[in-house]
């Protein structure tokens, strides 16, 4: 019976926090004995410490693998349906256009840490984790990770100039970033922030 309502509320191939799931009556220790055995029994695969899934069929024998990306959307980018977090640093960089570079730390904003930094482990990829300066929303997620990356933007990037600022301002318009959303945040940040915005074009670029 545990399965059907892991199947109902979750599906396959998503991953499954042991610590979120309430059945009936049950108590943790119940539900964590259930889950053993259906682990036992191959109807339920464990992806880490606390995260299951329920693997698809598929023509390998192993079955359906969990992606990574889905464990962190769930547990760090998301709650409720609602965005919650957002990816920054050299991996941001990177899917800007902006850097070759290939994070190898996982950089992470998120509602779901109260420390300023935390440092932990997810499926043995070490992710970085940062308190946000205001509450992520899905209204202002876009700009506040756009200003985030303004810190680091003469650190990392590789391309300077109009063109530079031409794949900044690409990734604006496809998210749907205005100057004026920037201008709402920009008091949270330090003054370089600002400057920054001029250094790279931003400011005369942007439509309001």
């Known amino acids: 019976m545990l399965l059907e309502y892991l199947e109902s509320t979750y599906g396959v191939n998503q991953p499954i926090f042991i610590s979120r799931v309430r059945y009936g009556s049950c108590t943790t220790n ?10 036992d029994a191959g109807r339920l695969k464990k992806y880490d410490t606390g995260i299951y899934f329920i693997p698809g069929e598929t023509i390998f024998k192993s079955g359906a693998a969990l992606s990574w990306n889905k464990v962190v959307e769930e547990k760090y980018l998301f709650d409720g349906g609602q ?41 043995g990829v070490p992710t970085i984790l940062r308190k946000p300066r205001v509450k992520i929303e899905d209204k202002n997620w876009n700009a506040l990770r756009l200003l985030d990356s303004m810190k680091e933007i003469a650190s990392f990037s590789e391309i300077s100039g109009a063109e530079r600022t031409r794949r900044l301002l690409d990734h604006m318009n496809a998210a749907g970033v ?31």
């Open 83 to 123: 965005r919650a977090g957002y990816s920054t640093g050299i991996g941001f960089m990177n899917e800007l256009g902006l850097t070759s570079q290939v994070p190898s730390i996982c950089e992470i904003t998120t509602n779901k840490t109260a420390r300023e930094y935390r440092r932990v482990t997810v499926a």
């Open 30 to 39: 119940s539900i964590r004995q259930q889950i053993k055995k259906l682990v």
């Open 178 to 208: 205005r100057f004026q959303d920037l201008a709402k945040l920009l008091p949270l940040y330090p003054d370089q922030i600002y400057r920054n915005l001029y250094e790279t074009g931003l400011l005369n670029g942007i439509p309001a």
